[in-house]
């Protein structure tokens, strides 16, 4: 147990009792490190059975069965790659449909006449919009299935972009300044041990009271980690 | 476990080759030999990329790199010059180019096969080579692109091939398949890019962690993106990973599919079948497993890597190159059988043309090095031997390339009319250009040995017996055996409560 009590705060500040001053670092979380995945779902469950609920696990690969334990939700992400790749889809079929047919198996006549270059500061976009209507090889305008395998593409363009972007940020990341990072002996999660993170802003947190639970349940170590930040 | 309380030994063992390659069905072959442990695992891999670089890596990159500057200085030649410093010439304006852009991208298919496509078929074997495969997938499409790129002539304006609002109110031709190649092409090579990234970040987080210098700690970190492991980022990682495994499947089938439309959709006899994409998609796997091969035997090697890429490893892959061999002659076949079935003249006299013909040597050697060579990986003795697999290897990738040959030239030079009929004569430009394209490939991929997580070292980890914890639960009952096996498997008295 190597939990240093905070030193008590000097006498000049003015603050209400409950929040301490800026420059006296705030707990983050306390961790407890395990050495295999037996002992740390061991503590997990330990953990959630007392009640936490702010409570999270560091390991180097996904440990399965963790999600249920954690209570950890099932993701927006699917919905979120499902709308995207429709939406690609969407942008394939205007985009090829438009371009090489204006939407008109004849001819197409702009809705402001003849006219190309109008005085309308709008009008670039009938300039650089134009469709591009050619009759190459007797092929039809409107041909869709020429234009499928664009479509496709831009489906799973779409699709796949917004499962990788959309993970990281709804995992907010990058992010360098994480509290647990700070801790040397944090290094190893991603090698060869195992984190469970009791966070401090979890009601029943205590210093003491959580890493006695922790270590009552095969932690080999724990370590409280500050958040200097604030 | 007791092994994980040891200090991980700083000097590195050589990595020993443990016979798993066999098939009895009581008992599961362990994926990663050799009594590691998460500790020594990451041991290995983050060595790799740790140690200083060996003399032959350093012989090698010193090899690379000026056959990959040869390679600009070829390109800086022909842009300006023109592309006439080719031998692409009517009937055959589509020479070597082409035929190496087919080559590369199919080199590019086992990769994401291996990725995506065996991880929907829960393989758990890829774990170990997916992620330099990946790695060769995304290095070969880059040569793949460059081709096209620089055979359009006019390279400066190559932006003209995407579509963009412009003053001269053109577009490009959405029905021309060398158009639908551009978004193949580039969905390919990005999403590939995104997934072999998305991939190595909890990877490079552990070489972050492990970094001592540093250089290399702020750039692993840059890289990393604070990666912490959270069960949470866990969640929706393998998500992501299973959504981009689901997104990559149909679109590496597309890919080759729309390169072979390039052939396809024209009028051409030889060209015009409707075998060509599921044929050709068999030859890009058959190829890629090839290069796997040639790349995965030499780097377990040299990087230590025998235990984690074991013998089990290499023996799969060279029987799915013996599998889709055989799928690409049976599309030889059918080729034959349907020119013939047809009552098509022209389609009948380019396949008699193709062995009998003008330009015989290219479709013999296609024929000895696809069709016969790799037949020897039937015999089991073979499949121990690493030099007959390295050997059945390069002749695929050798019989690939002439596949392309074959299909690209004998067509074009003998088309339809007898008066257009000319031959198809390279100069040393062309010569040069694909040789030296291995350059830019090679100095790419001995950066990514060196400097990069060379084994999906966190997907390993959940392959071996210390992944999982707590008994067969959760979709895991193929590993049952392994628990039952392994030495340093839990033998806590309260697995049982847990599970």
Redesign the interface.
Same mark, same amino acid.
């Given at each position: 147990m190597s939990i240093a009590t905070p030193p008590s705060p000097p006498p000049i500040v003015t603050k209400p009792a409950s929040a301490p001053p800026a420059s006296e670092p705030q707990p983050f979380a306390i961790l407890g490190e395990y $050495?295999?995945?037996?002992?740390?779902?061991?503590g997990a %469950?330990a953990v959630r059975a007392a009640g936490y609920t702010k409570v999270?696990?560091?390991? =180097? @690969?996904?440990?399965?069965?963790?999600?249920d334990i954690?209570g950890?939700k099932p993701?927006i992400?699917?919905w979120l790659?499902l709308k995207m790749g429709l939406i690609g889809l969407t942008t394939g079929f205007i985009?090829?449909m438009y371009?090489?047919s204006g939407f008109t198996d004849g001819v197409f006549r702009r809705p402001d006449g003849v006219e190309v270059y109008s005085e309308n500061w709008w009008s670039f976009l009938w300039?650089?919009?134009?469709?591009?209507q050619?009759i190459?090889?007797g %092929?039809p305008l409107m041909?869709l299935p020429?234009?499928i =395998?664009?479509m @496709?593409?831009?489906t799973?363009?779409f699709?796949?972009?917004t499962?990788?972007f959309a993970?990281?940020l709804?995992?907010r990341?990058?992010?360098?300044?994480?509290p647990?990072?700070k801790s040397e002996r944090?290094?190893?999660?991603?090698? $060869?041990r195992f984190f469970v993170a009791i966070e401090a802003k979890d009601r029943r947190f205590d210093p003491d009271e959580t890493a006695a639970l922790l270590t009552d349940n095969r932690a080999l170590h724990t370590e409280l980690v500050y958040d200097d930040e604030d | 476990?007791a092994a !994980?309380?040891q200090n991980p030994s700083p000097t590195i063992v050589p990595s020993r080759e443990v016979d798993n390659t066999s098939d009895d069905p009581r008992y599961r072959q362990p994926l990663v030999t050799a009594d590691n442990?998460?500790?020594s695992v990451?041991e290995i891999v983050?060595g790799c990329a740790e140690r200083n670089p060996s003399r032959l890596w350093l012989v090698l990159f010193a090899l690379a790199v000026p056959m990959c500057l040869a390679f600009f200085s070829l390109i800086g030649y022909l842009v300006l010059t023109g592309v006439g410093v080719w031998g692409n010439n009517q009937p055959v304006s589509w020479g070597f180019p082409i035929i190496n852009f087919v080559f590369w991208v199919g080199i590019g298919h086992a990769g994401t096969l291996i990725s995506a496509i065996l991880f929907l078929f829960r393989q758990n074997w890829r774990c170990s080579i997916n992620r330099f495969a990946e790695a060769m997938t995304i290095f070969a499409v880059c040569c793949a692109g460059i081709f096209p790129g620089i055979h359009v002539g006019r390279v400066w304006v190559a932006y003209w091939l995407f579509?963009y609002?412009?003053?001269m109110?053109? *577009?490009p031709?959405?029905?021309?398949?060398l158009? *639908?190649d551009v978004? &193949?092409v580039s969905?390919y090579a990005?999403?590939s890019f995104?997934?072999w990234y998305?991939g190595m970040v909890?990877d490079i &987080?552990?070489l972050?962690?492990?970094a001592k210098g540093k250089i290399q700690r702020f750039v692993y970190?840059f890289l990393a993106?604070? *990666?912490? #492991?959270?069960?949470?980022? *866990?969640?929706?990682?393998?998500?992501?990973y299973l959504?981009?495994a689901a997104?990559?499947t149909?679109?590496v089938l597309?890919v080759h599919s729309?390169v072979s439309?390039d052939f396809a959709i024209a009028q051409l006899p030889g060209w015009h079948t409707t075998i060509f994409p599921p044929y050709f998609v068999a030859g890009a796997i058959y190829g890629g497993f090839a290069m796997v091969l040639t790349l995965a035997i030499p780097c377990r090697a040299l990087f230590g890597l025998k235990e984690i890429i074991t013998m089990r490893h290499i023996q799969n892959c060279a029987k799915v190159m013996l599998g889709t061999g055989l799928l690409v002659m049976y599309a030889y076949a059918i080729e034959f059988f349907v020119a013939w079935y047809s009552g098509h003249h022209y389609e009948q006299a380019v396949f008699l043309n193709r062995p009998f013909g003008s330009n015989v040597f290219g479709f013999w050697l296609m024929f000895l090095c696809n069709c016969l060579g790799p037949q020897v990986l039937w015999f089991k003795w073979a499949r121990n031997n690493l030099w007959v697999i390295m050997f059945a290897a390069m002749c695929v990738n050798v019989g690939m390339w002439f596949e392309r040959y074959v299909i690209t030239v004998t067509s074009l030079t003998r088309d339809f009319l007898p008066g257009s009929w000319d031959a198809f004569v390279p100069t040393w430009v062309d010569y040069a250009m694909f040789t030296c394209s291995f350059g830019l490939f090679f100095t790419l991929f001995l950066l990514f040995l060196k400097f990069l997580p060379v084994i999906a !070292?966190?997907?390993v980890?959940?392959v071996m017996p210390?992944?999982?914890?707590?008994g067969a639960? #959760? #979709?895991?009952d193929d590993h049952a055996d392994d628990h039952a096996s392994a030495d340093d498997a839990?033998s806590?008295p309260?697995?049982k409560e847990?599970a």
């Open positions: $050495d295999n995945v037996t002992d740390v779902v061991h %469950k999270d696990v560091h390991s =180097p @690969f996904p440990i399965h069965g963790m999600d954690l950890i993701t992400l699917p790659v985009l090829t371009t090489m300039v650089n919009l134009e469709p591009y050619y190459i090889s %092929k041909g020429g234009y =395998p664009v @496709f593409e831009l799973i363009m699709a796949a972009y499962a990788v993970m990281f709804l995992n990341l990058p992010r360098h300044n994480h647990v990072l944090f290094r190893r999660a991603t090698q $060869d | 476990m !994980i309380f442990d998460l500790t990451t983050g579509p609002p412009n003053q109110a053109m *577009w031709q959405f029905r021309s398949p158009l *639908w978004f &193949a969905t990005s999403v995104l997934f998305t909890p &987080a552990t972050r962690d492990r970190t993106l604070g *990666w912490n #492991g959270s069960a949470r980022h *866990w969640s929706r990682f393998e998500k992501t959504l981009l997104l990559c149909p679109l597309s729309v439309f !070292i966190a997907e980890k959940t210390q992944g999982h914890g707590f639960e #959760g #979709g895991h839990p806590d309260d697995t847990d």
